[in-house]
């Protein structure tokens, strides 16, 4: 079985808004732990009586650290499409084969078995396939008719990847 998504886009808008699924995941992992312990080191200070009110915003700096950073990696993103590609916006189609799937992006094709793939999330527009080693592959959801969206989900609960891909 076959399903081919074409014309998908990569630009600076669809990154900017999906940039926190294209976040490596262990440094998002790494900023939920820190903010429970935080929480928890605050909890600890009040129920001592030591809570000063500098602590109250350090977590709101982290977060907007943090943001700062998901938006710099975004936009590092798009420069180096930019710099490889010579474009603004590039486009690729994704053929989801019976061992994996094979993307084409400017006449390259790179295969991706579905074993390396962790999770599969819909951000409403979008359908993100997160990787083991951090990579993300996407495609637009107004780009699949229903069967093509059905068929890979079924796909993807045949391998058993984690799926959270919402009905059409």
């Not at 943001?67 to 590039?90: C, G, H, P, R, S």
């Not at 390259?108 to 999770?119: A, D, G, V």
């Not at 959801?141 to 229903?146: F, L």
């Amino acid at each position: 079985m076959e399903i081919a998504i074409k014309d998908n886009k990569r630009n600076w808008q669809i990154v900017k808004d999906n940039r926190r699924y294209l976040f490596p995941p262990k440094i998002r992992l790494a900023f939920k732990i820190c903010i429970l312990v935080y929480a928890v080191l605050v909890l600890i200070n009040v129920l001592m009586r030591q809570f000063k009110l500098w602590m109250a915003f350090v977590l709101p700096i982290a977060i907007i650290v943090f943001e700062v950073q998901i938006y710099y990696f975004a936009k590092k993103t798009i420069n180096l499409q930019k710099e490889i590609f010579k474009k603004e916006e590039i486009s690729f189609d994704l053929v989801f084969l019976d061992e994996g799937i094979d993307m084409i992006q400017e006449s390259q094709h790179t295969f991706i078995e579905y074993k390396t793939i962790k999770e599969v999330i819909d951000t409403g527009t979008l359908i993100m396939m997160l990787t083991r080693a951090g990579a993300v592959l996407y495609f637009e959801k107004k780009n699949a008719t229903k069967t093509q969206y059905e068929g890979i989900r079924e796909i993807f609960e045949k391998k058993n990847i984690l799926c959270k891909m919402k009905n059409i």
